[in-house]
């Protein structure tokens, strides 16, 4: 079903609607309340029955919802072992911030057509029960990418949650990829492989993680097998994306010649992901 669901949102997203699922990413790994997950909805434009939809940004829900003015929607949710440790949100204290801005407070009413703003907790269910919050704001800037929900919880501190869009991510990551090739280059005397990677803009390379590091580390693999002499070189690319969740999780050895890479690339474009904007396995370079 969600394959279905998914191909038609993405069949009548128009192109200049904005963003579309998986778009945007969480920026960190947030101490959520309970483990519960955090989804952003955004404006998806117009169905072809001229209702204006929202949909999960992040691209963990295939649904879409109408709405009778364009808001954003944060969604928190998760399975909660039992109904009194459903933790305690002070919804209406809620901030939704863009970078820069001044934070928006929640919206009274639906957070989209039929379906209140607020707590929603599940009947009992053999796991436990299913805890949605749902916090409706204003709609954002088309052109903001980076905003950061706060919630107060009962009993700890806020929940806080920031969201980005991955092109601005990729982005960061271009420039901290550009010094380090130059460290690269100045380094090329060196025949011990730490010394290489002994720079600010790599090691903040390498604190993005998957799957933002492998996407990079892929990409450059590519280039430098089909000849670009700027490219990262094999040894560097192989030792770093073994280290990295994808390099481990595909048999990534941390050392090779061109049939090692070649197999990573051919595993990249087999399994399909890391997919990134500008850092997909079926671009070409």
């Known amino acids: 079903m ?17 963003d579309r699922p998986g778009d945007w990413t969480i920026d960190g790994a947030p101490d959520a309340p309970a483990g519960l997950r955090a989804s952003l909805w955004l404006p998806m434009g117009p169905w072809p029955d001229g209702r204006q939809h929202l949909g999960d940004v992040l691209g963990h829900h295939a649904a879409a919802y109408p709405v009778d003015a364009p808001r954003a929607v944060v969604m928190l949710e998760g399975i909660v072992r039992r109904p009194e440790d459903v ?29 209140p703003a607020g707590a929603d907790v599940s009947p009992p269910l053999r796991e436990g029960v299913l805890a949605i919050f749902r916090v409706p704001f204003p709609a954002l800037d088309p052109a903001c990418g980076d905003v950061t929900f706060s919630v107060p919880v009962m009993d700890r501190g806020p929940f806080v949650v920031r969201f980005r869009r991955w092109r601005d991510l990729v982005a960061e990551a271009e420039r901290d990829l550009a010094a380090w090739k130059r460290h690269i280059a100045a380094s090329a005397m060196h025949s011990a492989i730490a010394p290489y990677l002994d720079h600010p803009a790599f090691r903040r390379l390498e604190a993005r993680g998957d799957p933002l590091l492998p996407a990079i580390l892929l990409r450059e693999l590519r280039a430098g097998e089909a000849g670009d002499a700027d490219a990262v070189p094999r040894f560097l690319v192989l030792h770093v994306l073994a ?24 595993r990249w474009r087999a399994v399909g992901h890391p997919s990134l904007p500008g850092l997909r396995p079926h671009e070409r370079d």
Not at 87 to 110: K, N, S, Y
Not at 243 to 263: E, I, K, L, M, S
């Open 243 to 266: 280290r990295t969740g994808w390099g481990r999780q595909q048999g990534v050895p941390d050392h090779g010649d061109a049939r090692a890479a070649a197999r990573a690339l051919a």
């Open 87 to 115: 933790p305690v949100l002070d919804l209406a204290r809620a901030t939704l911030t863009p970078a820069g801005g001044e934070p928006l407070r929640p919206l009274e009413g639906d957070a989209w057509r039929g379906q």
């Open 2 to 18: 969600r394959p279905t669901w998914l191909a038609l949102l993405l069949a009548v997203t128009p192109a200049l609607a904005g």
